[in-house]
């Protein structure tokens, strides 16, 4: 059972807009910032947004991030193949002192 | 860029120790800047952060509870690398482990080790 909160899956066709929402609470996502973070098939998973809101640089601006109280959420717009992976949400948890993450989010592009 | 490349074994064997290490290029670890974690990953527990270590005029390491009795995260300054012990494995420990650069925000990762522990 993870810490934070995210839907299992999630799908959409190419060049919709998708919405993966992650939910947590007052000792992390409620006190410090969410990243989010892009899994693709055996492999590590890459930084994706940071901050709530800030991307890395070469990530495309199709991805943004949003945080509101206890909740966070990651949007993809202009839906592309290459999406297809899981995502996950992260923030420090200060009761725990450390990184809880998400269950992920398994994105499928119809 | 700072890249981050993981060696150790594959396999361990149950109660045996479980030792990985991560070696740093474009950084250093006693970086006042920087953190250095380990991660797992599972099908049945998902993410779980392990620990980190970071330095800041002297060392500070912490540990997540749920390993915090089996687990040590060390610094070697001479090969500009850091390294995972976690004692007494069982199969429940079995996982891909993965290191990451912080603070706050874990990047980048290593390529992650799949440990099996099986005997």
């Known amino acids: 059972q993870s810490v934070l909160t995210q839907p299992p899956s999630a799908s959409g066709t190419p060049g919709q807009r998708v919405i993966i929402s992650c939910s947590g609470s007052?000792?992390?996502?409620?006190?410090?910032?969410v990243n989010w973070y892009q899994q693709l098939p055996g492999t590590a998973p890459k930084l994706l947004i940071y901050s709530n809101n800030q991307r890395p640089s070469g990530v495309p601006d199709r991805f943004s991030g949003s945080k509101a109280g206890t909740s966070a959420s990651l949007a993809i717009s202009g839906l592309q193949s290459e999406d297809e992976a899981d995502y996950y949400c992260?923030?420090?948890?200060?009761?725990?002192?450390?990184?809880?993450f998400g269950g992920g989010t398994k994105l499928t592009v119809l | 860029q700072v890249q981050l490349q993981q060696s150790g074994p594959g396999l361990v064997k149950p109660s045996q120790t479980l030792s990985l290490t991560c070696a740093i290029s474009g950084d250093s670890v006693s970086s006042n800047s920087a953190a250095w974690n380990w991660i797992r990953q599972s099908p049945s527990r998902g993410l779980e952060w392990l620990g980190r270590t970071y330095y800041r005029s002297k060392w500070y390491t912490y540990y997540a509870l749920s390993v915090k009795s089996r687990i040590t995260i060390n610094a070697d300054t001479s090969k500009n690398q850091f390294s995972l012990q976690l004692n007494s494995v069982t199969p429940e420990d079995t996982a891909v482990y993965y290191c990451?650069?912080?603070?706050?925000?874990?990047?980048?990762w290593g390529q992650g080790t799949l440990v099996t522990v099986s005997s």
């Open positions: 992260a923030a420090w948890d200060g009761s725990l002192n450390g990184w809880v």
């Open positions: 990451a650069r912080g603070p706050s925000a874990l990047n980048p």
């Open positions: 007052s000792s992390n996502i409620g006190r410090d910032t």
